[in-house]
Structures are given as C-alpha cells and as structure tokens.
C-alpha cells in the first residue's frame, strides 16, 4: 500500500520538477508576499505583547503556511486534471487501495510544500531566529504535520469537482480565508471581537502555533507549554479527519439506482 | 471468460432528469479466448455495460462472472485477471514511457527481474523500442495508443477490455492498432472484448455482440450475422424516398426498409437482386437517384438490427 502511495506521490513530484514555471512561481510568489508585505507593514505593526517583534518575523511562519495552502491548492487541481485527462481511471481500475490514492495525491503536495518550506527556513537565521537541532526537528514535524493536513483538505474539495473553475471557487472563499484567520497575517489577541470568535474556532489557527512554536521555544518548553500541547492535538484531529473524509470519498462509487 | 446474467443499470433520477435505465436484463456470455466486438448505437448502454465490467460502477441487478469470480462481490480477485484500455488516454502525457510503464507496474506491484522480463515481453510488438525514454506528449497518437496497450499488458491479463480504443486514430494507425491486437489476443490465448462502431474491426472478430437500449439484439459470428440478410440487396438513393418506399411496397410488393434517403431491399436472393433492380429502374427512374447491388457486410447487419445508419451513429456524441 505505501509502495503504491510513494510511486504515485513521486510522479505528482516528478511532474512538479518538470514543469519550471511552476517551480519558479510558487517558489518565488510566497517570498515576494513576504518581502513586499512584511517591508510595507513593518513601521505600522505595533502588536501587544510582542514588542520587538518585526512584521517581516511575525509574517514568516504564516508566509510557510501559505506555502503549504499552494502547494495542496495546485496538488488538488491535478486531481481534477488527471480525472479529466483519463489518468485517472486507470488507477481506480488498478487492485490498489483507495487509501495509496488519497496518500499518494497527499504525500505528493506535501514533498511539493516541504522543498520550499525547507529553502524558505534558510532565512530564519537572518530574522535573529535561532533553531537548535531540536527546534529544528520539531519544526520539520510540523511543517508535515500541517501540509498533510492542507493537502488532505484540498483533496477532500476537489475529488467530486468536474471543473478547476470550480474549484478556484471553493479555494477563494473557502482555503483563502482559512489561511487568512489563522494569524498568519495579524494576530489573533488585536482582532475585534466578532472576528476573534471566528478565528479561535479556526482548525488552521492551530497549525500556525505549532509552527511558531520552535523559533521561540525548546523543544522541552513545547513539550511543557499547553497552548503549543492542544495546537498539535487539534492539528492530527483536522489533519487525520480530512485525511479519513477523503478515503471515504474515493472509496464512494457510482451506483445504480434500485428498480422498483 | 465473461458471463453477464440479468444484469440491469438504471442511473437515479436527479432534480433535472429522470431515472434512465440504461441496461435492461442484459444477458451475454464471452467465451474463453475469444475476441469479442460489442457494438450499438449511442445511448444503447455499451459504456455503461464497459463501466461495470472494469469496476467503476455498481449496477442495480444481476450478476457478472469474470474467469470465475464474482466481479461485484469479489471484486479484487476479478480485476486482478483484466486489463483495460480506455477511449480517453490513461497514460500520463508528461511522462516518458518507461516512466509510465514503471508506474502501471507499481500499481499492480511488479517489480525486479519480474518486471524487466515483462517489459520486452510487453513492448516486443511496438514501435517503442527506442522511444522509451520520450515523454509520451511528443508521441504520434498511435504511438501513444501502443503505450496503453504496452502497459496493459505488463500484467499478463486473461481478458483485455478496450473502450473505443481507435477513436481519433487515423485508418492506417487504427488497422495496425487492431492488426496488433489480434496477434497479441491470438499468442497469449487473451479474451478480448472490444467495443466499437468501426466496422472493418469487427470483420476479423470470434463474436460480434450488438446492443440497442441496453438489450442485446444480437451476439454471433461476423459470417453468421451477415448471412441473417440474405447474400445481397438492393440500396436505392432517393429524393422522395419515403414515397417512393411506399410504392415499391403497394406496387411491386417488394419488403423495402427506408433509412433516410436510402431504401434497401434486404431479403433478395442470389440472381434476384438484378431483375429487382432493372424493375426498379423501368418504373421509377425519375425517382432514383443511384441504385446499386451491394454484398451485406456487418455494418448493413448493424442498420438492419438497429434502425440507425453508421453516419448517425458517429454524428451524435456518446453520453459517458
């Protein structure tokens, strides 16, 4: 079963690499977000309790999150590509489980998101940033942790859309604005009151503070802090539900209707 | 091979539409080895019958046996014996072929010395030999046709199904497409059923089944069905052939069927299609636009059996 997953997750990587613009583009568009926006709002920010806090370093770990919403938003695209080419159907007809295709369409986006995410922490020590080892490993977990989760989710939308219009609908009022209240942007403590509502429920909100976890703390200190503790728990819950939700999709076939 | 009994598929009523049964109690057996040509007009249940048989939907009653297994309740074990070709390519175009035959065999877990042995074994018949490091979208489309059929047969199947698979292929390809298949079919004793309504395929068929509104009209020999018409007839074009139909029946007493602009006469035989014709022209020549005599060939058994003429049976798009 993971022999199956791992040869279909290489050929959404190998296809990934072969296509040069679209390593360029989602290699470059997160970093430019980052520069322009962490630049332009750098003098404006001025959050409570994070004082010396530049915008360039608060924006940081969101800018990975949003790396990780691309990668599983153009993974989740090549779904309804492959459906409409015809890949598709020779490996639902294939004696594999339904679950190597969710994980293989998964560990895909994941590979994808992990390549940048990884080049992208390179710039961590320039922020005054300092990762241990430990950090670091923890730091590795939660980037998997929370891509297996984006790519889940984009998998979930996208396996019964017949059209990638469609789906852009669903990723611009649905994976956007997950992404938005998940205080990669602004946190969460200056919101106004209606919104903070909003953004405490969010699942993703979760994701981004096991994140910011290891620039700032030990991995002992994580091990210790309950905030950081319930951010990984949440975190498996909506990564590990979609992933379930996604199997039960794939696994739903066409059926005939009862003859009365 | 494949043994299909009381099978029936009805698509459920959505807010727009009604329920539509597209397979009604269809019976049909092919046998072991046997190379199989299943055709019909559009909406006449064939892709849905093809859906069924490789796994993709669940009909609503009946049962289908495939090399002894019960495809709907024992499905793994049933799929394990097939492979299948689709009308739409299966292959992923921005892999080379070894690329896609690596991944068709991952699927399927081959790997090692079972799948370099397999590999020549399955590209021996292509044209690919040294092609295999291109990416299949720089392939000609019957090149790439071989490729998917290549890769089906990594798995050494006992029965092969194939949608349509000369669609968009041009004649030559499309015969060495077909002229291909029958010496693979014929040197690994494969089943083989084919769906098309491209009638020179069928001519070298084992079995020729035809479906109309998911029953089965038909399911015999090429020569067998063929010989169901009698050995000639008479194809009269006409202007006015609805009325010249008419009189040909009333006046002469002959059994004319009409599709179109065309009037047949099918039930004459050998010697008597000439004094038909030369009757014909005697009393409506003003009428007759061209007459011929013609020998019957499967695609005549076709507008016999289901009322449609071949042209309209490419001019209306298949519903999926």
């Not at chain 1, 319930?230 to 003859?259: D, H, N, P, Q, Y």
């Not at chain 2, 043994?3 to 029936?8: A, D, K, M, P, R």
């Not at chain 2, 029953?215 to 020569?223: E, I, R, T």
């Not at chain 2, 609805?242 to 039930?267: K, N, P, Q, T």
Request: proline letters at 4%.
């Amino acid at each position: 079963m993971i022999g199956v997953a791992f040869a279909l997750a290489r050929r959404e990587f190998v296809r990934f690499m072969r296509q040069p613009q679209r390593v360029v583009g989602t290699v470059a568009q997160p970093i430019l977000f980052w520069l322009f926006l962490g630049s332009g709002f750098n003098a404006s920010f001025r959050a409570p309790g994070m004082e010396g806090v530049s915008y360039l370093e608060y924006f940081y770990p969101g800018v990975m999150l949003m790396m990780m919403l691309f990668a599983s938003i153009f993974s989740s695209i090549t779904i309804i590509e492959d459906r409409d080419a015809g890949f598709l159907q020779s490996v639902l007809v294939a004696p594999v489980s339904r679950m190597a295709i969710v994980l293989g369409k998964v560990f895909g986006g994941v590979a994808i998101a992990m390549v940048q995410t990884l080049i992208f922490t390179i710039a961590a020590p320039f922020l005054g940033l300092h990762l241990g080892l430990g950090s670091l490993v923890f730091l590795v977990m939660a980037y998997i942790l929370s891509s297996i989760g984006f790519a889940a989710m984009g998998f979930f939308f996208a396996w019964s859309m017949r059209s990638s219009a469609g789906f852009h609908a669903i990723m611009m009022v649905f994976l956007m604005p997950l992404w938005m209240l998940s205080g990669a942007l602004f946190p969460i403590e200056n919101a106004p009151m209606w919104l903070h509502a909003v953004m405490s429920v969010n699942p993703v909100a979760h994701a981004l503070v096991l994140m910011r976890g290891p620039f700032y703390m030990q991995p002992a200190q994580m091990l210790a802090d309950s905030r950081w503790l319930l951010a990984l728990g949440v975190t498996l819950l909506w990564s590990g539900g979609f992933l379930l939700a996604s199997m039960a999709r794939v696994e739903k076939r066409e059926r005939g209707a009862a003859i009365s | 091979m494949i043994h299909i009994e009381n099978l029936s598929h009805v698509y459920p009523a959505s807010r727009k539409t009604p329920a539509r049964t597209a397979i009604d109690k269809l019976n049909l057996s092919v046998e072991e080895g046997q190379f199989c040509i299943l055709s019909g007009p559009n909406g006449s249940g064939k892709s849905t019958l093809f859906r069924i048989l490789c796994g993709m939907a669940y009909p609503s009653a009946g049962s289908v046996r495939i090399g002894g297994h019960d495809l709907l309740k024992d499905p793994a074990k049933a799929r394990a014996q097939m492979g299948v070709v689709f009308q739409s390519p299966a292959v992923d175009k921005h892999l080379s072929v070894a690329e896609n035959l690596k991944l068709h065999a991952d699927l399927y877990g081959l790997s090692g010395r079972d799948l370099y042995e397999r590999k020549d074994e399955a590209l021996g018949w292509t044209d690919l030999l040294d092609r295999q490091n291109d990416k299949v979208i720089t392939l000609s489309g019957g090149l790439a046709r071989q490729v998917e059929l290549a890769k089906c047969l990594l798995t050494r199947p006992r029965l092969l199904l194939l949608d349509e698979p000369t669609t968009g292929l041009d004649p030559a390809s499309r015969r060495n497409f077909v002229d291909a298949l029958h010496k693979i079919q014929r040197g690994r004793r494969m089943t083989v059923l084919m769906t098309s309504h491209i009638f020179s395929e069928a001519e070298d068929a084992d079995r020729v089944a035809i479906m109309k509104d998911g029953k089965l009209l038909a399911n015999d020999s090429p020569q067998a069905l063929r010989g169901q018409l009698g050995r000639e007839m008479v194809v009269v074009q006409s202007r006015n052939a609805e009325a010249l139909e008419a009189r040909i029946r009333s006046e002469l007493g002959l059994a004319a069927r009409r599709h179109g602009d065309e009037i047949r006469l099918e039930e004459t035989d050998n010697g008597d299609s000439l004094p038909i014709l030369e009757k014909l022209l005697a009393a409506y020549r003003a009428d007759i636009d061209s007459i011929a005599i013609k020998q019957p060939a499967l695609e005549d058994v076709f507008i016999h059996l289901t009322g449609k003429t071949a042209g309209e049976v490419e001019q209306t798009g298949e519903a999926a």
